[in-house]
Structures are given as C-alpha cells and as structure tokens.
C-alpha cells in the first residue's frame, strides 16, 4: 500500500507541475498577444521603418499554427493598403524624420502592386524627406521600390541581379504516360493553359504568344518606371549585356552596380543604420548602428481610415476563389457572399465597392460571389469594381456584376473560359495486374469511372457540359460589357490581357486604384466623395491573430535592434529561394488542378507573374520533394 500511496504523491506532483507550467505558458502568451497590439501612442520623432519581409498582398493569409510544429517554413505577407497609407501619411508627420525601406527579405509582388508602393515612395521623397533603401542582394521587384529613394543602399558582398519576367513551367504529360494516368480534359479557349502541363510536354505557340504580350509590356513598363526614378542609372547597360559588364569588374556586382549609378552607396547593416541616425538620431542605450525609429504597426495605427460621413462598403475577394468557407486570403463563396450579406443588411451603406485580386477558381463559388453582389444592386447601391494586381478568369466573372470597373495598366485580367480535369487510372492500375469490371444499368452507371476508365459518353457529357459554363462565361460579360458574345468569344479564348490593352478592348473601364474606385461609387450615389469613408466588410485579425502570425512567422522583426534584425540572403541564397518557391508553385497547383472537385474558371499561368510563394498547403510538398531529390 505504501508504494501505491507513493506512486499516487507522484503522479499527483507531476500533475500539478504541468497544470502550473501550462498555466504560466497560457498567461504569457496571453500577456505578449495583448503587447502585440499596435501603439499609436508610442509615436517618436525618427524614421519610418518600413520592413517589407515576405510578400506584398492584398490581403495576408493567417499563419498556420502547425507549419512550425512540422518543420515548414511561415511565409510573412504585408498588406497592401497598410503599407500605402503609412507612405501616404509619412509625407506630412512631422514625427517622420526619414523612411527606410528593409528589402533585405521582400519576396516581391504582382506588377500593378510593386507599381503602387513605388510611386508612393517616390511621392515621399518628392515631399522632401529622406527615402532610404536597403538590401543584401536586389531582384526586380525590390529594386522597383528601391529606385525611388533618396539613397539606395547595398552590401558589398550583395548586388542587383534583374532577370526580367519569365522563366520555366512544369509539364506532366510525360510523366502522366509513364505512370499510366490518363488526364481527361475538359476545356474552352485555345488560350486557356491552365490545362497544358497535362496535354503537352511543352508550351503551345499560343500560350507563348499570350504570355510574351503579358510579359514584354509588363517589362517595358518596369524600364520606364526605373529611367524615371534614376535617369542616371545606366541600367540599359547592366541590362543588355549583365555577364560582360560583371567579368569586366573581376565579378565585384556591387561594385559594379555603384558604378553604373543603379546603387548609392555600399555598406553593411550597421554602416546603413549609422547613416539613418544621422537623419533621424541616435537610439539612446542601443548598440551602434541603430536609430530612433517608428514600428509600421503602430504608424498604421495611429493613423486610421476615416470614418466621417456616408458608408461606402468595400468587399474583398483576394485570392484563389474556392468552394465553401475559407480564411483570409483566399476567396471563400459562404464566406464572402456572407460577409457582403451582412454588411448590406447591418451597415447602412450606401454604395458598394468590389476589390477583385484574384486569379479565379472555382466556377461555382464565382458565381454564388457575383450573386452576392447583385443583392446590393437589387437594393438600389451602385456597384463598382476595383481591380488590384489580379482579377482574371473566376475573378473576371466576379467583375461583371460591377457598373463600372477600375483596374491599374498593369493589372492582370480576361482569361475568359473554363476548364476541368479528371485523372483515371485504369492504365497505372493494368501495371501492376489489376483490373475492373462490373454490371452496368445505363451508360453512366459507375461513371465517371477512375479506376475502370471514363466512357466516351462520360466525355461528351462533361465536355457539353464545359462548353456550356463558357457560353454563360461570355454572356456574361457580353451583357456586362455591351458587347455581342461574337465579340468576346474572340478576346476570350482563355487570354489573358493586361490592364492597357484590356482597357483597349473594353474590358475595364477606367484607371485607377481602390481610392478612385471609392470616389466614383460616391459620385454615382449623389455624394461628395470628400465626406463618404470606406468600411471594409473583413474581419479584423484580433490581437492573439496578429500574435500568431508573428510568432509563427520567426517574430516582429520591428521589435528587434536594426543591426541585430536577420541579415537576408545573398543573389545566390535569393535565387535559389525564388526558384524554390516557383517549384512549391507549381507542385501546388498541379495538385489543386488533380484533386480540384469543381469545375474552374482559374488563370493557372497567372502565379508566374506574381511573389516567389509558396501556399501553406503546399509547403509540405514542396519540403517532401527537396528532402528527396536534396536541393
């Protein structure tokens, strides 16, 4: 009995030690979760320090609390519309003694973003404040930001390496024979693409031909905008013949790059931070190389969206749009027809706006948004569409229930038509000796049979079926548009267009961002645009969110000293990560394409032009294939 009596006492001890450890792990992270909250009352006089760590989004995702737990890495995502409205707000604080650009981890952007938060930069240092940039090692899309600054900085041992859009795709047709799969395609469009890596072993004239009138205005335009920012930048030289101008300094790039005028200045993280502390002053009790700074959570803040006057909704449908619910991030049909539902019956509004950034998805979903937006027209709110970065294919059908559409000249729209997939692998399974076999009642008993093999009745079924989504596609629009189906059948075909041509090709309407976007829904309700303020029908990230995304993501590289925040990654550390990241892409929508269960209207190609990202359901994949291969 003693030794019982013993072992309870044990168990009992060891019972009360682990209720008083999670107890004291739950008030800690209790405690840091309530600290997360952004400070607007911690304003200082110093520089704005801007960290662009991960990828610039219209809306982030929230961080998945067991990617860490399971080895994957969290990529970081700034959003959009903060990072405009500090830059806006930096010109005329007197608090801001300076803003810092930290691009040492950016993963970059889609075009029309890059293009929004490089003019903003440009206006500050238009303003008369100092603009400072630094990085490691600089890609298009960095420098794109950097280029508007006063002083671009860059490590010794770093450089500039452009490259330009483009690059290479996956296709599976060869591995899909030797496996035995057959790959059933259902599709609209001799543009629509998204369906190629099943089909072929390579690109088809046509989707080069799509791809390249993306690419070269896209690339034009980035030229354009770097001339204009630093018209001494011999960058047409670095550009034509990079290989023979680096050999030529031994293969010193940063030096190289200082030469030409593409940089400012060489030095480390610590001769960087000595500089800004000459603008914004020296951090008091920190260690050298640090500067008074302002966090850009607590600038975003402390300076908030307005709230004076009439309501004007603002609906966001950001990301792959799927069926059922999903979280920020992605575009969920419950979850966004939900929320616009509840904001037309509780908020008062007065006209809605659509903030489109995505490129499609699922069809059905598509449409349960659109029917969504309707409710809004059928209450008498004018509707007006706003395009980011992206709104094609699912995204585009989302549009066409606007009034009018606003999009930027680089957005990245059309891919009008639809498509589906389905695998059968009755072939992979005859391999290995097994069959099927069974009693049918009618021709689709048992269909569609992935085991057996879909019939040729299946097929027909499923591609009138396919042919018929399309035509409500372009109906669509043509309605929409006040054009004849005839017409947007021929710019149809899956294309994708960019924001100038589609303006061209009446697709869009406009120019212009969510501001001006705003401005015309209050115009056409009979307001004045200077007393209506936007409400956003989101939910907030609460304070523990925004804890978890912190923590999960390595921590609030703002709370750290400027000279111990993680240095990034050098030209070879950032290419490998791009390229990595462009594997987990397309790994990722290899599998949504395989296992999709609904018929898509999604603009597949559409990722290429977008952040080096990888989605967090992809991250297992992308960890699992370069375990095995050991890149």
């Not at 395609?185 to 693409?193: A, D, E, L, N, P």
């Not at 502390?277 to 600038?299: C, M, Q, T």
Request: charged letters at 20%; a neutral charge.
């Amino acid at each position: 009995m003693k030794l019982v009596r013993g072992a309870w006492k044990i168990l009992v001890g060891i019972k009360d030690f682990l209720v008083l450890v999670f107890m004291l792990l739950f008030f800690t992270m209790l405690f840091v979760a309530l600290s997360a909250k952004p400070n607007p009352g911690a304003i200082r006089d110093g520089a704005l320090l801007v960290s662009l760590d991960g990828a610039l989004v219209e809306q982030p995702e929230e961080a998945d609390p067991f990617a860490k737990l399971t080895g994957g890495d969290v990529a970081k995502q700034q959003r959009l519309r903060d990072v405009l409205r500090a830059l806006d707000a930096a010109k005329t604080d007197d608090h801001v003694k300076a803003v810092v650009l930290d691009l040492d981890r950016f993963m970059g952007g889609y075009p029309a973003a890059i293009s929004q938060v490089a003019e903003a930069v440009g206006k500050v240092r238009a303003s008369g404040k100092p603009v400072l940039a630094y990085a490691t090692a600089y890609t298009d899309d960095s420098y794109a930001l950097a280029a508007n600054a006063s002083e671009v900085w860059v490590n010794p041992l770093g450089g500039t390496m452009f490259a330009g859009p483009g690059g290479t795709r996956l296709f599976y047709k060869g591995l899909l024979d030797k496996l035995g799969v057959n790959a059933h395609i259902y599709r609209v469009g001799k543009f629509k693409s998204a369906v190629e890596p099943y089909m072929r072993s390579d690109m088809s004239p046509e989707a080069k031909e799509a791809e390249l009138a993306i690419y070269q205005p896209i690339f034009q335009q980035w030229q354009q905008e770097i001339a204009k920012a630093r018209p001494k930048a011999r960058i047409a030289d670095y550009l034509a013949k990079p290989a023979e101008v680096i050999t030529a300094a031994k293969g010193d790039i940063a030096k190289t790059n200082l030469a030409l005028g593409i940089v400012d200045k060489l030095g480390d993280r610590m001769a960087f931070g000595k500089r800004v502390a000459e603008i914004a002053g020296v951090a008091s009790g920190k260690p050298v190389g640090n500067f008074n700074r302002i966090k850009l959570a607590d600038f975003v803040a402390a300076h908030p969206l307005p709230t004076g006057g009439d309501a004007i909704g603002v609906i966001t449908v950001a990301g792959e749009i799927v069926d059922g619910k999903a979280g920020p991030g992605h575009a969920g049909g419950d979850t966004i027809s939900a929320q616009l539902l509840k904001g037309l019956a509780t908020k008062n509004l007065k006209a809605l706006v659509v903030r489109v950034d995505s490129p499609g998805g699922s069809a059905l979903a598509s449409e349960q948004i659109r029917q969504a937006v309707l409710q809004a027209k059928a209450q008498g709110l004018p509707v007006v569409v706003s395009m980011g970065s992206l709104a094609a294919s699912g995204g585009y059908w989302v549009s066409t229930a606007g009034d009018t559409i606003f999009a930027e000249p680089s957005t990245i729209t059309g891919s009008i038509g639809i498509f589906g997939v389905l695998p059968s692998f009755e072939n992979s399974l005859a391999k290995i000796g097994v069959t099927s076999d069974g009693v049918r009642t009618t021709p689709l008993s048992g269909q569609p049979d992935v085991m057996g093999g879909i019939n040729p009745a299946t097929d027909r079924i499923l591609q009138a079926a396919i042919e018929a989504g399309y035509g409500r596609f372009v109906n669509l629009v043509a309605q929409s548009r006040k054009l004849t189906p005839q017409r947007v059948d021929e710019i149809g075909q899956g294309r994708v267009w960019i924001g100038g041509v589609a303006h061209q090709l009446k697709l869009v309407d406009r120019f212009g961002g969510i501001d001006a976007a705003i401005a015309e829904a209050a115009t056409r309700a009979k307001l004045d645009p200077k007393n209506v303020h936007a409400v956003y029908l989101e939910k907030e990230p609460d304070a523990w969110t925004r804890f978890l995304n912190d923590v999960l993501a390595g921590g609030d590289d703002d709370d750290r000293d400027w000279a111990d925040q993680p240095a990034g990654a050098d030209l070879y550390g950032r290419i490998a990560a791009e390229r990595r990241a462009l594997l987990g892409q397309a790994l990722g929508d290899a599998r949504r394409l395989a296992m999709g269960g609904s018929v898509q209207a999604r603009c597949l190609e559409c990722a290429a032009m977008g952040p080096a990202m990888v989605r967090a359901e992809d991250r297992s994949l992308l960890g699992l294939l370069i375990a095995r291969i050991g890149l």
